[in-house]
């Protein structure tokens, strides 16, 4: 059998973990409703109900087709009915020849399941279509999220800190990039910045808030799924944090060993505090940022299904 998936040829082997009786029966008893519901013919109706069955209960043929599911008929069927966690829990997933009797009884119901086995999308086309259908509110959404970590935090940081941070994330984000070879990503650089910016100072949890809720608007804004990137933004934090917060308070007690708040008169009755060393700081948020680009890409990638 072969099927033909982004203009790629996929060879599918027949005899491979195949529906028992009670579930065509089920598809046939389905068949009216799906249509109905979707504005199909009752036989293709059919078809798509075994074909999903088949991909949920068949670890071969879930491969070939690249891991896509038929979401409409899972929204109409329930996946309780058609073996949806098959992949974890039925024992036959990788029999590719149980059930092979059944498919001479069925054969016309199953060659029309045969033809359908590329009817549908993957999940993350599927969380990828719904942010595109609702752009603003998932913006909107990210946005709440940072400002919920800058609340967290106590507020914005001041000018000179946001400033150094937006500096840092944003340079620490495109060096990554043309490490990797990528196509630079003019927003994704922006959306660093912002990020830094915000985060400069402070803690883990509004670090987390505010990185995760940056790539959530950014994915929103450029209508993508947002699940990898956002677990990229968390675990990133989560290892950069504490790695940057130590090389800051290292340098810290180097440059800085004696430092007490103490004023200075700058003349004409004015006094200003004399500031310690900005250094640390700056080295802590340029390791954290680096730690959280590297790590944040590998996992947002393993979450993506690259390499």
């Given amino acids: 059998m072969t099927i033909r998936r982004n203009n790629a040829e996929v060879i599918l082997v027949v005899n491979n973990r195949q529906l028992h009786q009670s579930e065509y029966d ?36 879930a491969a ?10 899972r929204s109409v069927i329930g996946c309780q009915n058609l073996n949806c ?5 039925d024992p ?9 009797e059944w498919i001479a009884p069925n054969q016309e119901a199953y060659n029309v399941a045969q033809t359908q086995l590329d ?3 993957t999940y993350s086309d599927l969380v990828a279509g719904n942010i595109k259908k609702d752009p603003v509110g998932a913006t909107l959404a990210g946005a709440g999220m940072m400002g919920l970590g800058v609340v967290t935090g106590a507020g914005l940081p001041a000018l000179g800190t946001a400033v150094a941070g937006a500096g840092i ?61 956002m677990a990229g933004a968390a675990a990133g934090t ?21 430092y007490r708040q103490e004023w200075k008169d700058v ?16 080295a802590g948020n340029a390791a954290s940022g680096a730690v959280q680009e590297v790590t944040g890409t590998k996992v947002q990638k393993t979450a993506e299904g690259k390499k």
């Fill in 64 to 73: 070939a087709v690249g891991g896509i599911h038929d979401y409409q008929i």
């Fill in 26 to 61: 089920l598809a046939k008893k389905n068949a009216k409703l799906v249509a109905r519901k979707l504005g199909i013919r009752e036989q293709e109706a059919e078809g798509r109900i075994i074909a999903e069955m088949q991909r949920n209960s068949d670890q071969q043929t």
């Fill in 119 to 121: 009817q549908g999308k």
């Fill in 85 to 89: 966690n098959g992949y974890k829990n």
């Fill in 267 to 282: 003349g004409m009755g004015m006094s200003v505090w004399v500031p310690k060393s900005a250094a640390p700081s700056w």
């Fill in 238 to 258: 989560a290892m950069g944090f504490p790695i940057g917060s130590k090389i800051e308070g290292s340098l810290g007690n180097m440059m800085n060993p004696w």
């Fill in 169 to 229: 994330g944003s340079s620490v984000n495109g060096v990554g990039q043309m490490v990797v070879g990528q196509a630079f990503d003019w927003f994704s650089f922006v959306m660093a910045a912002a990020t830094g910016a915000a985060s400069s100072g402070m803690g883990l949890i509004p670090s987390i808030l505010i990185n995760t809720g940056g790539a959530l608007t950014g994915s929103g804004v450029q209508g993508q799924n947002p699940n990898g990137a």
């Fill in 92 to 100: 036959q997933y990788a029999n590719h020849d149980a059930n092979s």
